[in-house]
């Protein structure tokens, strides 16, 4: 089953309280809107899909709990970013100060801004193509540092500001690199 993507924006287009409303009365479904309000329906994640998910947000949100540096998110933490798209990245983390710099209503609905750094994990229902548009959009939108994750070629797209995407194949370990100091995540566990 592959994602749905239901193009309102040449009819009407769904605002961002729409969605959000549309969102909390299905809690079970994994719901995205594009800057120009199309609705995008993913499906629920296979087993190994869902297993290098837990492992990659454990792994960060470890790192991130040694270093008290920010604040970690995982799939189902929703962020509007500055064109008006709402995404939810796999995993993602934003400084402290960022955090702190939201109000208390901020923090309880999605939150206004592209996270400093995110993880896209392939799986095998997503288009990659969709993906990567996906992360270029969150470097347009102020993301630092965007991993994209393709499990299925053993691929890693690192995505950083005013870089070209660089392409690793079959890396063992990806770094943090200034962004997240001293995290490393270990490729091992997703191969």
Not at 15 to 32: G, K, P, S, V
Not at 41 to 66: A, F
């Amino acid at each position: 089953m592959t994602q749905l993507i239901l193009n309102n924006s040449e009819t009407i287009p769904i605002t961002h309280e729409q969605f959000y409303q549309l969102c909390i009365a299905n809690r079970d479904l994994q719901l995205e809107r594009t800057a120009q309000g199309d609705l995008i329906i993913m499906p629920p994640t296979g087993g190994e899909t869902s297993k290098r998910n837990s492992d990659i947000n454990l792994e960060l949100g470890l790192w991130n709990r040694q270093t008290k540096l920010g604040i970690t998110f995982d799939s189902s933490g929703g962020f509007t970013l500055p064109n008006g798209a709402d995404f939810s990245p796999d995993a993602a983390w934003i400084p402290l100060e960022k955090w702190e710099s939201l109000t208390a209503e901020q923090k309880t609905k999605f939150l206004p801004l592209s996270p400093d750094f995110i993880i896209e994990l392939r799986s095998p229902s997503d288009s990659l193509k969709l993906l990567q548009d996906k992360m270029q959009e969150y470097i347009d939108n102020g993301t630092r540092l965007g991993w994209l994750i393709n499990p299925q070629q053993q691929q890693v797209e690192i995505y950083r500001q005013g870089q070209k995407k660089q392409v690793l194949d079959n890396p063992t370990t990806l770094s943090g690199e200034d962004i997240l100091p001293g995290f490393v995540l270990n490729l091992q566990l997703i191969w």
